[in-house]
């Protein structure tokens, strides 16, 4: 107990930092990532090399004005990246502190993907917007609206391009003063506000590893007083399923509370949309891994109270059952959980699913006997019917069950042989179990001779009901002795009793000493026990008469 104690102080803490850290890796090296996984779903990367969109941009498209802003924003030339703002001359001395909010506001509410901007020269007709317009996204307003971001197209000495339209330019300004991290954005030296990598500003890189101590600490605390409040309800409730999943749901709640923190105090980092959504899908991961870690650690701890039961301590078999079934639960909740996650990150996983079917299909008709008496010993196991010991007549087989494994039932005979009966078979059959009953029945017929008189026979019957009612081990609402029948060679008598008992060997020994008391109370009657016998009545027949043949009269033939 002391070693599991241990281990499991110490896989929350390695695990919930690891896998933040991990994650942040993850992001990282998003570049990388990118390419490797898509390709092993099969998802196509996306596009991102501006020589490669090149040849389907028109220079006057709106796709190449906003390409080349945000190029020129991205190296720090504000200035320049004013020319594609519309403003007027009176404005043009701060075009380019338009320019540098700007950018900063579309990092941080617009997730840019260029290809779903037009590049034709006149822009997208097939938009409801009207002529020379294109939107590229809305950010916050005023009055929890949504305000649109467009770019609009001009003519400047003679030469059409695209430029973010007035009213954009108009209500930068007002974006820039409601960012949460204006104050950041004013005070900070200029190189902890430069792009890092993946665009993210280096002082929120510096911030992140504060984010991840704070959120452990967070969590860690939130995790414990929910420990202590679910073991407040355990110790009312007095049950040991509840102290066990106390102790096995510890790390997965605190990196779910973890977690949770984060996602918190992600706002405070202020990182642009692209990166939010990111670091948001990595979370939501690893919200998920938390969930089916609780899961699998809700499956052993279901094992280890089932195996305290009484039941499963009788029985290797049940115990070995119990393993194996928790392996596959296990394995169940690795795959569930390998599947949600890479869909939580975003990543196809029908094909995954499909294919996870088939297999699933062909290995259920490959091992349809296997299965069926694997489950078949799951029943066995659940119903508790018998156990290894019992006495049991299944399908017309008596003897004592020797041993229930994981694909049959083994019984040992009265004649000491064994058969062998699959559990799928025996979870249908019809099982008549010896062990639960609480009392033995014990019936016979005394069968007297047809000497005994009505006199005698009642005799007979008092003494028995007599022998019956002063054995303690006789249940006295079971006794019945009565006259029966008037049978051809006996007149009988019936006896019914039920013995409190479950011993056989018991059974066997009150039996004896009942029945020879019978035998007492009959010869004390005066009479005695019949036996088969059957009379042959042979009746005499008077004698046949005899018939004396008739005799010629006539004379002699004198002799020659």
Same mark, same amino acid.
Request: glycine fraction near 8%.
């Given at each position: 107990?002391?070693?599991?104690?241990?281990?499991?102080?110490?896989?929350?803490?390695?695990?919930?930092?690891?896998?933040?850290?991990?994650?942040?890796?993850?992001?990282?090296?998003?570049?990388?990532? @990118?390419?490797?996984?898509?390709?092993?779903?099969?998802?196509?990367?996306?596009?991102?090399?501006?020589?490669?969109?090149?040849?389907?941009?028109?220079?006057? !498209?709106?796709?190449?004005?906003?390409?080349?802003?945000?190029?020129?924003?991205?190296?720090?030339?504000?200035?320049?990246?004013?020319?594609?703002?519309?403003?007027? @001359?009176?404005?043009?001395?701060?075009? @380019?502190?338009?320019?540098?909010?700007?950018?900063?506001?579309?990092?941080?509410?617009?997730?840019?993907?260029?290809?779903?901007?037009?590049?034709?020269?006149?822009?997208?007709?097939?938009?409801?917007?009207?002529?020379?317009?294109?939107?590229?996204?809305?950010?916050?307003?005023?009055?929890?609206?949504?305000?649109?971001?467009?770019?609009?197209?001009?003519?400047?000495?003679?030469?059409?391009?695209?430029?973010?339209?007035?009213?954009?330019?108009?209500?930068?300004?007002?974006?820039?003063?409601?960012?949460?991290?204006?104050?950041?954005?004013?005070?900070?030296? !200029?190189?902890?506000?430069?792009?890092?990598?993946?665009?993210?500003?280096?002082?929120?890189?510096?911030?992140?590893?504060?984010?991840?101590?704070?959120?452990?600490?967070?969590?860690?605390?939130?995790?414990?007083?929910?420990?202590?409040?679910?073991?407040?309800?355990?110790?009312?409730?007095?049950?040991?399923?509840?102290?066990?999943?106390?102790?096995?749901?510890?790390?997965?709640?605190?990196?779910?509370?973890?977690?949770?923190?984060?996602?918190?105090?992600?706002?405070?980092?202020?990182?642009?949309?692209?990166?939010?959504?990111?670091?948001?899908?990595?979370?939501?991961?690893?919200?998920?891994?938390?969930?089916?870690?609780?899961?699998?650690?809700?499956?052993?701890?279901?094992?280890?109270?089932?195996?305290?039961?009484?039941?499963?301590?009788?029985?290797?078999?049940?115990?070995?059952?119990?393993?194996?079934?928790?392996?596959?639960?296990?394995?169940?909740?690795?795959?569930?959980?390998?599947?949600?996650?890479?869909?939580?990150?975003?990543?196809?996983?029908?094909?995954?699913?499909?294919?996870?079917?088939?297999?699933?299909?062909?290995?259920?008709?490959?091992?349809?006997?296997?299965?069926?008496?694997?489950?078949?010993?799951?029943?066995?196991?659940?119903?508790?019917?018998?156990?290894?010991?019992?006495?049991?007549?299944?399908?017309?087989?008596?003897?004592?069950?020797?041993?229930?494994?994981?694909?049959?039932?083994?019984?040992?005979?009265?004649?000491?042989?064994?058969?062998?009966?699959?559990?799928?078979?025996?979870?249908?059959?019809?099982?008549?179990?010896?062990?639960?009953?609480?009392?033995?029945?014990?019936?016979?017929?005394?069968?007297?001779?047809?000497?005994?008189?009505?006199?005698?026979?009642?005799?007979?019957?008092?003494?028995?009901?007599?022998?019956?009612?002063?054995?303690?081990?006789?249940?006295?609402?079971?006794?019945?002795?009565?006259?029966?029948?008037?049978?051809?060679?006996?007149?009988?008598?019936?006896?019914?009793?039920?013995?409190?008992?479950?011993?056989?060997?018991?059974?066997?020994?009150?039996?004896?000493?009942?029945?020879?008391?019978?035998?007492?109370?009959?010869?004390?009657?005066?009479?005695?026990?019949?036996?088969?016998?059957?009379?042959?009545?042979?009746? !005499?027949?008077?004698?046949?008469?005899?018939?004396?043949?008739?005799?010629?009269?006539?004379?002699?033939?004198?002799?020659?």
């Amino acid at each position: 107990m002391g070693q599991c104690v241990r281990r499991q102080r110490w896989v929350p803490a390695w695990i919930r930092v690891g896998l933040f850290a991990a994650g942040l890796a993850l992001l990282a090296s998003g570049a990388g990532s @990118a390419q490797v996984f898509p390709l092993a779903l099969g998802k196509k990367p996306a596009v991102t090399d501006t020589s490669k969109r090149a040849g389907n941009t028109a220079p006057d !498209s709106p796709r190449a004005a906003l390409s080349a802003f945000l190029e020129l924003t991205n190296a720090g030339d504000f200035s320049d990246a004013a020319q594609y703002l519309d403003f007027s @001359a009176s404005e043009r001395e701060s075009g @380019a502190h338009l320019a540098r909010e700007l950018s900063v506001v579309l990092d941080r509410y617009i997730d840019i993907d260029l290809d779903a901007v037009s590049g034709a020269s006149h822009g997208d007709t097939t938009a409801r917007l009207p002529d020379g317009a294109q939107q590229i996204g809305t950010v916050p307003g005023s009055h929890n609206r949504r305000d649109p971001v467009r770019l609009t197209r001009v003519t400047r000495a003679g030469v059409g391009r695209w430029v973010f339209s007035r009213s954009t330019v108009d209500r930068i300004a007002g974006w820039y003063d409601q960012l949460p991290d204006r104050w950041t954005l004013e005070h900070l030296p !200029s190189r902890l506000l430069n792009a890092g990598p993946l665009g993210i500003r280096w002082w929120q890189w510096l911030a992140m590893p504060l984010l991840v101590l704070v959120s452990w600490g967070l969590g860690t605390v939130i995790g414990r007083l929910a420990r202590a409040l679910v073991g407040l309800v355990g110790r009312r409730a007095k049950s040991k399923w509840s102290e066990r999943l106390l102790r096995e749901l510890h790390g997965p709640f605190a990196l779910g509370a973890m977690m949770v923190v984060a996602l918190g105090l992600l706002p405070w980092l202020s990182l642009d949309a692209r990166a939010n959504q990111k670091i948001g899908t990595i979370i939501n991961a690893v919200l998920v891994i938390a969930l089916f870690w609780a899961l699998w650690r809700m499956v052993d701890g279901w094992r280890q109270v089932t195996v305290e039961e009484g039941w499963a301590q009788t029985s290797t078999t049940s115990r070995g059952l119990l393993s194996l079934m928790s392996r596959a639960a296990k394995a169940a909740v690795a795959v569930i959980g390998i599947v949600a996650v890479l869909a939580t990150l975003g990543y196809p996983v029908a094909a995954l699913l499909g294919g996870l079917g088939l297999g699933g299909l062909a290995f259920a008709l490959a091992a349809q006997k296997t299965l069926e008496n694997l489950f078949g010993a799951v029943s066995i196991g659940a119903d508790r019917l018998f156990r290894e010991g019992d006495t049991v007549t299944i399908e017309g087989v008596n003897g004592i069950v020797e041993a229930i494994g994981l694909r049959s039932t083994r019984i040992r005979t009265p004649e000491r042989t064994i058969v062998s009966m699959p559990n799928g078979k025996v979870a249908d059959a019809k099982i008549e179990a010896f062990a639960p009953r609480d009392r033995i029945r014990f019936t016979g017929v005394l069968q007297l001779v047809y000497d005994t008189t009505a006199a005698q026979m009642r005799a007979v019957i008092a003494g028995t009901e007599q022998v019956l009612r002063s054995e303690p081990k006789v249940a006295p609402d079971t006794i019945g002795v009565f006259f029966l029948q008037l049978s051809p060679s006996s007149l009988d008598v019936q006896v019914i009793a039920a013995f409190q008992t479950t011993n056989g060997s018991e059974f066997q020994r009150i039996r004896q000493d009942v029945l020879l008391r019978i035998m007492d109370a009959v010869e004390r009657a005066g009479t005695r026990f019949a036996f088969p016998t059957q009379t042959v009545h042979i009746a !005499s027949l008077p004698p046949a008469p005899v018939s004396t043949p008739a005799v010629d009269a006539a004379p002699m033939p004198p002799p020659s």
